[in-house]
């Protein structure tokens, strides 16, 4: 059984890691557009984006094409191994306490038993009468591991696509990491980790409402593999749902990570900011939709995003499992 673990962690990056990159570069104009919006603060003396659209023609007026590619590098940089990550620790749990990964329907596994015969006593008969249990954990863990393992990578994307035409522009994802570091110290990278951590709710609603969905569908097909657009379909509606419940801490974080504190001279006093202190200040100036600014970008965005990157890691799930000795 060991064996048959790593063999799933390694398919499980290998798969995570290649919908990473694929839902990455197809959704990264979106991408751009919506952390633009989020990092607005519609305060006294800023001039604010009237909305989706006029943001879109902004940033192609003033930076042509590729400027709805901005941040591309550290974006792709931060989905291949937050994906690699987050879908090795979400299968390795799952695997783990005796059920099948993610990207491998029934008929695929049912030549391979990944647990022992149920006992008396013991998780296994609970994870079996219990599922959504066993993927809250999964999806609560993975979402903590991938997340602290590259908070630095969002935090340098989302300063590469924020960015004014005022500043001096990052030349590339090197430049922006030491230029931060230089400035502002290693503690920069892990701004905005607190609210990112919050949002392991997200997940936490997203993969067993995921996982749920796929099992209503096995239902009317239990002979066969999912079809392409049943995975997209189930992929949509568990990330729309899960975005419309937790958005709010995707507005703090983004607001937290464009924060530029710089290294502090002998003497100067330190400014402090952090999550209540943020969202208060959103709340004063902005109101309640100050919290959910970018949200139809984002689910344009996220939910096509989800859907390529499920359907694309179960595609290859289904491929390695074949391959694979």
């Not at 038993?113 to 013991?122: D, M, Q, T």
């Not at 109101?287 to 179960?314: C, D």
Request: net charge positive; with cysteine.
């Amino acid at each position: 059984m060991p064996s048959t673990r790593k063999k799933w962690t390694a398919n499980s990056m290998i798969a995570g890691a290649g919908g990473g990159l694929v839902a990455s570069i197809a959704t990264c104009p979106l991408d751009v557009v919506k952390t633009k919006l989020q990092a607005q603060r519609a305060t006294l003396g800023q001039a604010d984006y009237l909305g989706i659209s006029a943001t879109f023609r902004d940033i192609v007026r003033h930076d042509g094409f590729r400027g709805l590619y901005r941040g591309l590098g550290p974006t792709i940089l931060g989905y291949l191994p937050t994906w690699a990550i987050y879908f090795a620790v979400y299968d390795g749990i799952k695997t783990l306490f005796g059920e099948a990964p993610l990207g491998l329907d029934v008929p695929a596994t049912k030549s391979e038993r990944l647990y022992p015969a149920p006992s008396a006593k013991g998780y296994q008969p609970i994870v079996r009468e219990h599922p959504w249990s066993l993927h809250i954990l999964s999806a609560m863990t993975a979402g903590a591991a991938s997340t602290i393992c590259t908070n630095p990578f969002w935090v340098i994307k989302t300063r590469f696509m924020t960015q004014s035409r005022s500043e001096t522009r990052y030349r590339h994802t090197l430049d922006a990491a030491l230029t931060i570091y230089r400035s502002e110290g290693i503690r920069a990278f892990y701004r905005g980790l607190l609210p990112s951590l919050l949002g392991i709710t997200h997940v936490a609603v997203q993969f067993p409402l995921y996982e749920k969905l796929k099992i209503v569908a096995q239902r009317h097909s239990p002979d066969r593999p999912l079809a392409a657009p049943t995975i997209l379909f189930c992929s949509a509606v568990a990330k729309m749902t899960a975005s419309l419940a937790t958005y709010p801490h995707e507005v703090v974080r983004t607001r937290l990570q464009t924060q530029r504190r710089l290294l502090l001279q002998a003497g100067a006093p330190r400014k402090r900011s952090g999550i209540v202190r943020t969202t208060t200040k959103i709340l004063q100036f902005e109101g309640w939709r100050g919290l959910y600014k970018g949200l139809s970008v984002n689910l344009i965005r996220t939910v096509p995003n989800s859907a390529v990157t499920m359907l694309t890691y179960e595609l290859l799930m289904r491929e390695l499992a074949v391959r694979r000795p």
